[in-house]
């Protein structure tokens, strides 16, 4: 193959052939262009893999908005493949880890004082977990004035304001402490801003999220509180 065919409805194996040989950029359009004209398997497969190789290539080279573009349609591929020893799927549930610490490094990069470190990565992982549990997230750190929400979400069912209070490991208080009187009224003035200001028309709720553990270790404790009152 030459010229303008070098990538005309190559093979998966030929696509692998390139992978081997660190041709990372030629093996993704390869399968990008064989997988337009075939959704087989096979060729679901070399899609799969070479999207990987591309998503670590451009982590690597800090081009992270193009590496979740990348893990989008990952997600999406993956749903549509044979995955019998669950290979696929775990190799996803890395690239998702790396492009997590890659968010948590660049939200450091600007390195502030610590409890508004703490409080940047508990928001960034309250807004992970609530996307896996399907929600949509519509804002972050919305403000009016001086009052703010911490994350507005959306599911089939409501509008969801949340406050995240994060905590490091073994806390002398319950985060949900922090949520005193002058914290609930101003909740409650952002919440109701919001709803005129952008005319929400479906019920709505408050919920609180509690995060305990530390920065960039594993397993934090995640505790969800839906309908939180806030009265």
């Given at each position: 193959m030459n010229g303008d065919d070098s990538f005309s409805m190559m093979t998966p194996k030929e696509i692998f052939e390139l992978r081997e040989q660190g041709r990372t950029?030629?093996?993704?359009?390869?399968?990008?262009?064989?997988?337009?004209?075939?959704?087989?398997?096979?060729?679901?497969?070399?899609?799969?893999?070479?999207?990987v190789d591309m998503l670590r290539l451009r982590v690597g080279e800090g081009r992270e908005e193009e590496a979740h573009k990348i893990f989008l349609a990952l997600e999406r591929l993956i749903k549509n493949l044979r995955d019998e020893n669950g290979w696929k799927h775990n190799v996803l549930r890395?690239?998702?880890?790396?492009?997590?610490?890659?968010?948590?490094?660049?939200n450091d990069a600007d390195k502030g004082p610590e409890h508004l470190q703490m409080g940047n990565w508990g928001e960034e992982l309250a807004a992970v977990y609530l996307r896996e549990k399907g929600y949509?997230?519509?804002?972050?750190?919305?403000?009016?004035?001086?009052?703010?929400?911490?994350?507005?979400?959306?599911?089939?069912d409501y509008y969801v304001f949340v406050e995240v209070k994060?905590?490091?490991?073994?806390?002398?208080?319950?985060?949900?402490?922090?949520?005193?009187?002058?914290?609930?009224?101003?909740?409650?003035?952002a919440i109701?801003?919001?709803?005129?200001?952008?005319?929400?028309?479906?019920?709505?709720?408050?919920?609180?999220?509690?995060?305990?553990?530390?920065?960039?270790?594993?397993?934090?404790v995640i505790t969800h509180i839906e309908d939180y009152d806030i009265l």
């Open positions: 950029e030629e093996a993704y359009e390869a399968a990008r262009m064989l997988y337009r004209a075939d959704k087989s398997n096979y060729a679901a497969s070399a899609m799969f893999w070479t999207a890395q690239c998702k880890a790396l492009l997590f610490q890659e968010d948590i490094k660049r949509a997230i519509m804002e972050r750190d919305w403000h009016s004035k001086h009052r703010d929400i911490d994350i507005i979400a959306q599911n089939t994060t905590r490091s490991s073994q806390p002398l208080v319950d985060p949900l402490l922090a949520i005193d009187f002058k914290k609930r009224q101003n909740l409650r003035l109701d801003h919001y709803i005129k200001y952008h005319k929400v028309d479906k019920p709505c709720r408050f919920d609180v999220i509690t995060i305990v553990g530390e920065m960039g270790k594993p397993n934090p």
